[in-house]
């Protein structure tokens, strides 16, 4: 069984503490000074797991990588009968800690993110830290972010899927009950289902397009699962920025959707037309760059403080090109809609049909 709080507690406790001077000096750590002073580790470190912050004297432990399953025969890793089925949600993670009274968001990485940062002090999370000052609050954030598909529907949400307090993990039904009673938005609960019926809900989860499902059982073993339909579109919104994706996304993407396929009996002429068309829209970007087009994606966000902005060009410039599209001043907000530029990637494509020769 794959239990969050064993994991955890396995660095969490240890010696108890670090030495950041140490793990800096090894080149493991690095101390930052934003709108808080706060130690990072960039690497696992005497036991403690990459994004594991310190916080004047704090520790707020990384996140465990929860284990994934690409077939219900996983299922033997969870103890009982009976099991918390819910919704995986594509996001990025965020553990959300108050400290002096004010709320800060640190990313799985461990970075301060200004921008999660400022979202969620706009959120109805206060009355959860009036009562549970020293919880962290573990979730995804979605919508209109710098790193996810915009929303026309919604700004941003924050789904929380965990609560860490003092060296655990909150239950399930003791999550949900509270954070319902605060106020507190939450992924989606699919059911309370027994063992044999995992299978119906996770084709249903296929059919209404949700990127997979967590399940726990009530030991608080826990296991994640995807979606073949969540994979395969996955590979379609992705293909166009090929080079500029990490080393096994599409291998990995359809290998589960096959295994997914094939387990769940899956009309397979009709999810064959999906993933080759999936593929296909490389060609759309193959198009962009003959014409002299640069890949890109446009993104829009609005924020209070200037420095979110700043943070945010500072954290992606590493990897992308950011130009901005348009910016307006409504009310207390900027809003900027930007593009990224996957540079890597268009400059691939152009060499290639252009001519390049390579060695395999």
Same mark, same amino acid.
């Given at each position: 069984?794959?239990?969050?709080?064993?994991?955890?507690?396995?660095?969490?406790?240890?010696?108890?503490?670090?030495?950041?001077?140490?793990?800096?000096?090894?080149?493991?750590?690095?101390?930052?000074?934003?709108?808080?002073?706060?130690?990072?580790?960039?690497?696992?470190?005497?036991?403690?797991?990459?994004?594991?912050?310190?916080?004047?004297?704090?520790?707020?432990?990384?996140?465990?990588?929860?284990?994934?399953?690409?077939?219900?025969?996983?299922?033997?890793?969870?103890?009982?009968?009976?099991?918390?089925?819910?919704?995986?949600?594509?996001?990025?993670?965020?553990?959300?800690?108050?400290?002096?009274?004010?709320?800060?968001?640190?990313?799985?990485?461990?970075?301060?993110?200004?921008?999660?940062?400022?979202?969620?002090?706009?959120?109805?999370?206060?009355?959860?830290?009036?009562?549970?000052?020293?919880?962290?609050?573990?979730?995804?954030?979605?919508?209109?972010?710098?790193?996810?598909?915009?929303?026309?529907?919604?700004?941003?949400?924050?789904?929380?899927?965990?609560?860490?307090?003092?060296?655990?993990?909150?239950?399930?039904?003791?999550?949900?009950?509270? !954070?319902?009673?605060?106020?507190?938005? %939450? /992924?989606?609960?699919? @059911?309370? +289902?027994?063992? =044999? #019926?995992?299978?119906?809900?996770?084709?249903?989860?296929?059919?209404?397009?949700?990127?997979?499902?967590?399940?726990?059982?009530?030991?608080?073993?826990?296991?994640?699962?995807?979606?073949?339909?969540?994979?395969?579109?996955?590979?379609?919104?992705?293909?166009?920025?090929?080079?500029?994706?990490?080393?096994?996304?599409?291998?990995?993407?359809?290998?589960?959707?096959?295994?997914?396929?094939?387990?769940?009996?899956?009309?397979?002429?009709?999810?064959?037309?999906?993933?080759?068309?999936?593929? !296909?829209?490389?060609?759309?970007?193959? %198009? /962009?760059?003959?014409? @002299?087009? +640069?890949?890109? =994606? #446009?993104?829009?966000?609005?924020?209070?403080?200037?420095?979110?902005?700043?943070?945010?060009?500072?954290?992606?410039?590493?990897?992308?090109?950011?130009?901005?599209?348009?910016?307006?001043?409504?009310?207390?907000?900027?809003?900027?809609?930007?593009?990224?530029?996957?540079?890597?990637?268009?400059?691939?494509?152009?060499?290639?049909?252009?001519?390049?020769?390579?060695?395999?």
């Amino acid at each position: 069984m794959f239990s969050l709080t064993f994991l955890v507690l396995k660095a969490f406790l240890g010696d108890g503490m670090f030495d950041p001077k140490e793990a800096e000096r090894r080149g493991k750590g690095e101390s930052r000074r934003e709108e808080v002073a706060y130690f990072r580790l960039k690497e696992r470190f005497e036991g403690f797991d990459r994004g594991t912050v310190l916080l004047e004297g704090r520790i707020i432990p990384a996140y465990p990588h929860i284990k994934r399953i690409v077939s219900l025969k996983g299922l033997k890793h969870l103890k009982g009968d009976r099991f918390y089925v819910e919704e995986k949600i594509d996001g990025y993670n965020l553990r959300v800690v108050m400290h002096k009274g004010k709320l800060y968001a640190f990313t799985r990485g461990g970075f301060l993110d200004f921008f999660s940062s400022e979202k969620v002090r706009e959120l109805s999370l206060h009355r959860f830290f009036e009562r549970f000052p020293s919880a962290i609050l573990c979730g995804e954030m979605i919508g209109n972010t710098p790193f996810t598909p915009p929303s026309k529907d919604f700004d941003v949400k924050f789904l929380v899927f965990d609560v860490f307090e003092n060296g655990s993990f909150w239950g399930v039904e003791r999550r949900r009950k509270v !954070l319902d009673r605060l106020g507190v938005a %939450q /992924v989606p609960l699919l @059911g309370v +289902v027994k063992r =044999e #019926e995992v299978g119906a809900v996770v084709k249903r989860a296929n059919r209404s397009r949700m990127e997979g499902v967590v399940l726990r059982d009530l030991q608080g073993g826990v296991l994640k699962y995807v979606c073949a339909l969540s994979d395969i579109l996955s590979i379609g919104s992705s293909v166009d920025k090929f080079f500029d994706m990490p080393k096994g996304f599409f291998y990995q993407r359809v290998l589960r959707s096959s295994i997914f396929i094939k387990q769940h009996a899956l009309n397979r002429q009709k999810y064959s037309q999906l993933l080759g068309k999936a593929f !296909l829209n490389l060609i759309n970007a193959l %198009q /962009v760059v003959e014409k @002299g087009g +640069v890949i890109s =994606e #446009e993104f829009h966000i609005k924020f209070k403080d200037k420095r979110v902005w700043e943070s945010v060009v500072a954290h992606m410039a590493k990897d992308v090109e950011i130009e901005v599209v348009d910016r307006w001043r409504e009310g207390d907000y900027t809003h900027i809609i930007f593009i990224k530029k996957y540079v890597k990637t268009t400059k691939k494509l152009r060499a290639l049909l252009n001519g390049r020769a390579f060695t395999d």
